[in-house]
């Protein structure tokens, strides 16, 4: 794996002109869950979660204003767009926590619809502490006590091999973004030429720039939820409805996902 030792600007219009390119590949990347010391009781397990569309930019942010516009009947329209984890399991004094069990799952089905509407592939990195050898605790320790480590840049590799050799049996050129800080254009060179990688960069952008940076955010929750142990025992031990409408999300998904450590369509974790 390549990688350069910074990032460079990128132009915002490039980038949206590079997605919008018919046919092309978008695949939009989660930041990743699981290492936060609030989530992280007992042995951490870590997601991080691609969505691949074909999808286009603007329709994917039509797809986002008919969300909203829904959610907005609903009477949250002052919350965060799809926040994420947030959205599934709200921790005490979050927005989301003060919002009633049947009306977040009223919003999670909507979102999970946004999601189907992309036609996506959800390509999924999940790590347990098996897979690691004592990586994940270590890292989990060190975000904690605000120290830097060299796993955290471990797990990052693996994470882009494993996207690298998705991409490799991809018809075309992929884009691949993920969430940027605040109002962050940027590239930095990750993969290698023949996994025909648009700059072979990824390409960073802020979080309401791009539809697709909700559906990855989306997508992680999920996965998450379903396939983590914390997550799991998470949803079960909250409501009924939203434990609920994850579930329909699950059934509607599964045949979607793809585990890029086990290289095989619809596995799961």
């Known amino acids: 794996m390549q990688e350069s030792r910074g990032s460079q600007s990128v132009d915002p219009e490039e980038l949206r ?3 919008g390119e018919p046919g092309r590949l978008g695949l939009y990347l989660s930041r990743g869950v699981g290492l936060e010391s609030e989530r992280g009781e007992g042995q951490p397990e870590f997601v991080r979660v691609a969505v691949l569309t074909s999808v286009s930019p ?15 009947g609903l009477g949250v329209e002052s919350l965060p767009a799809i926040a994420g984890v947030e959205l ?37 990195f999940h790590v347990t502490d098996e897979f690691g050898g004592g990586m994940l605790p270590r890292l989990q320790s060190g975000r904690t006590a605000g120290e830097p480590r060299l796993d955290a840049r471990l797990l990052e590799h693996v994470v882009f091999a494993a996207v690298t050799y998705r991409l490799m049996v991809a018809s075309g050129e992929a884009v691949v973004v993920t969430p940027g800080d605040d ?20 390409m960073a ?6 539809a697709g940076l909700d559906l990855a955010a989306l997508a992680e929750a999920l996965v998450w939820a379903t396939t983590t142990r914390r997550g799991r025992a ?9 434990a609920t409408a994850v579930a329909e999300a699950e059934g509607q998904l599964r045949a979607r996902w793809t585990d890029l450590l086990r290289e095989r369509a619809g596995g799961g974790n």
């Not at 009306?103 to 619809?113: C, G, I, M, N, S």
């Not at 952008?205 to 791009?210: S, T, V």
Request: aromatic share 6%.
């Open 58 to 72: 603007p329709a994917l942010e039509a797809k986002r204003m008919a969300w909203r516009a829904a959610v907005a």
């Open 17 to 19: 002109a590079a997605l």
């Open 88 to 124: 599934v399991a709200a921790r005490a004094g979050s927005a989301w926590s003060w919002v009633g069990p049947e009306t977040r799952a009223a919003v999670l089905r909507l979102a999970v619809r946004s999601l189907l509407a992309a036609e996506p592939e959800v390509a999924v």
């Open 183 to 202: 109002e962050t254009w940027s590239s930095r060179q990750v993969f290698p030429e023949h996994a025909a990688v648009w700059r072979r960069g990824l």
């Open 205 to 210: 952008a802020p979080h309401e720039a791009l």
């Open 234 to 242: 998470t949803v079960a031990a909250g409501p009924v409805a939203i």
